[in-house]
């Protein structure tokens, strides 16, 4: 049976590159009908902590990448690395080492003055040396001192590195603690991982992992390394791009299977095709069809599909994001007004969850003041009679619908002998705010009777109190 894992370590947020390999994992899985593991490798004690577990597991529940094992906690499984130590040890194909981190660091830098690649020199392999009380020892693995290991990588092809490139790496600290790649070794061959996929800054430690699983006559998995999420500048992702945390951009207002359909073209792709359900993306994955190169995470392009989902979406599926957006805000806002009919207006000209409800702001609270630059095209002294005009006629209407509030505007159009910008957009600026809103006659039924004749007076006394006549 296929198995996959991501395995993040808890020291921060999921961020995006995170669950891009999270992401391809589960697709990998789901397609193969096999079984997706979540591992949180914790070692890291110092960094690790139960904030940042709960950050992956909520980012992970979000996006919706349901494991089918786990979460395993590598800190619970201590004993179990100590014991494939000892294992290791007893076979000869690890060592106990005394090397003090003075004489390491004079021997790095001799290797340095010399030219030569910073390793270890195998100064206690052959020693024989055993565990003495207050006597500070690590573990090391005796890496084969000749041959080469290779593996073919589903991204990146055939490697092979030669065994004298790897030095004899630490596998147990000073202190007791097992190391990452003794760890991950010991998990994979544990859950008995077939793929592993993860990012191409683990292409280095993979030759040493498949040594130790070859010591250990471990079934060695298939590795597909990715390469990074650049920003739009082609340094690495970071802060300074923008959001990187997942939830950041629930926060902003993002769908899940927007920023999945999103993620899963950073490296992969099928075609010219650019949206896709998750049963397409199952379909037709294969880690064969994997980039090479880095992708570039551009935002704009993210809330290009953001856009296509909140517009092709369920209506109420974007009104219950939407009434969920407004409670998170405390805005208070009448039952009985038709917020469906405000949202479907609203969502087929904004990006986010968090733009639409911006949009409708209006709608349900008083703006404190007008745009700045809205205001200063559209109420201007021009716009007074048209604007007392239809305060006069609005009071008068008795049917408050959109067609009747058209036939008001089309009879000022008339009797002003004005165009419809004239009267249009100085309306919408006088009961939004601003400049942008869906047509003005449905604009202004939304909004209400009441709540419009009042924002057309406060509007004409702006202009007679700050427009020269």
């Given at each position: 049976m296929i198995k996959t894992r991501f395995a993040p370590s808890p020291t921060g947020v999921l961020h995006v590159g995170g669950a891009r390999t999270a992401l391809f994992c589960w697709l990998y899985t789901r397609k193969m009908e096999g079984s997706f593991v979540l591992r949180?490798?914790?070692?890291?004690?110092?960094?690790?902590?139960?904030?940042?577990?709960?950050?992956?597991?909520?980012?992970?529940?979000?996006?919706?990448?349901?494991?089918?094992?786990?979460?395993?906690?590598?800190?619970?499984?201590?004993?179990?690395?100590?014991?494939?130590?000892?294992?290791?040890i007893e076979q000869g194909d690890a060592y106990y080492c005394e090397c003090s981190k003075q004489r390491l660091d004079a021997l790095r830098e001799q290797q340095m003055a010399a030219k030569q690649k910073p390793r270890y020199d195998g100064c206690c392999r052959d020693l024989g040396l055993r565990p003495e009380a207050g006597k500070p020892m690590v573990v090391r693995f005796r890496n084969p001192p000749d041959g080469a290991v290779g593996f073919e990588d589903h991204v990146k092809g055939w490697i092979e590195v030669s065994n004298t490139e790897l030095d004899d790496l630490i596998i147990k600290r000073s202190d007791g603690s097992p190391t990452y790649n003794l760890s991950v070794v010991v998990d994979d061959m544990d859950m008995e991982i077939t793929h592993v996929l993860r990012g191409d800054d683990?292409?280095?430690?993979?030759?040493?992992?498949?040594?130790?699983?070859?010591?250990?006559?471990?079934?060695?998995p298939e590795y597909a390394h990715v390469p990074m999420i650049l920003g739009d500048d082609g340094k690495r992702l970071s802060k300074r791009h923008g959001a990187v945390g997942v939830m950041e951009y629930f926060d902003a207002g993002y769908l899940p299977q927007a920023l999945l359909n999103y993620l899963v073209r950073l490296g992969w792709s099928y075609g010219d095709q650019e949206i896709f359900s998750q049963q397409e993306m199952i379909d037709n994955f294969s880690l064969d069809a994997l980039n090479r190169s880095p992708s570039s995470f551009n935002t704009e392009k993210l809330n290009w599909i953001n856009q296509q989902y909140l517009m092709s979406l369920p209506?109420?599926?974007?009104?219950?994001?939407?009434?969920?957006?407004?409670?998170?805000?405390?805005?208070?806002?009448?039952?009985?007004?038709?917020?469906?009919?405000?949202?479907?207006?609203?969502?087929?000209?904004?990006?986010?969850?968090?733009?639409?409800?911006?949009?409708?702001?209006?709608?349900?609270?008083?703006?404190?003041?007008?745009?700045?630059?809205?205001?200063?095209?559209?109420?201007?002294?021009?716009?007074?009679?048209?604007?007392?005009?239809?305060?006069?006629?609005?009071?008068?209407?008795?049917?408050?619908?959109?067609?009747s509030i058209h036939g008001v505007i089309e009879s000022i159009i008339e009797e002003l002998q004005i165009g419809m910008g004239k009267i249009g957009q100085p309306l919408r600026v006088a009961v939004t705010g601003g400049s942008f809103s869906p047509p003005i006659d449905q604009t202004i039924e939304l909004v209400g009777r009441q709540r419009s004749i009042a924002r057309i007076e406060r509007a004409i006394d702006f202009i007679s109190a700050n427009v020269p006549s």
């Open positions: 949180i490798e914790d070692t890291d004690l110092e960094r690790s902590t139960p904030e940042s577990v709960q950050a992956i597991l909520d980012g992970m529940a979000w996006l919706g990448l349901d494991y089918d094992e786990g979460p395993f906690f590598q800190t619970k499984r201590f004993d179990r690395y100590h014991q494939v130590i000892d294992q290791l683990h292409v280095n430690n993979t030759p040493r992992q498949i040594n130790i699983l070859l010591a250990l006559k471990a079934p060695v209506l109420d599926e974007v009104l219950t994001l939407v009434r969920q957006r407004l409670d998170r805000l405390a805005v208070d806002y009448d039952p009985q007004l038709d917020l469906a009919a405000i949202v479907d207006l609203y969502r087929q000209r904004v990006a986010t969850v968090n733009q639409l409800v911006d949009s409708i702001d209006y709608c349900f609270q008083e703006f404190e003041s007008y745009d700045e630059k809205a205001a200063g095209k559209a109420l201007k002294a021009s716009a007074l009679e048209p604007l007392q005009r239809a305060h006069a006629l609005f009071g008068e209407l008795e049917n408050w619908d959109s067609s």
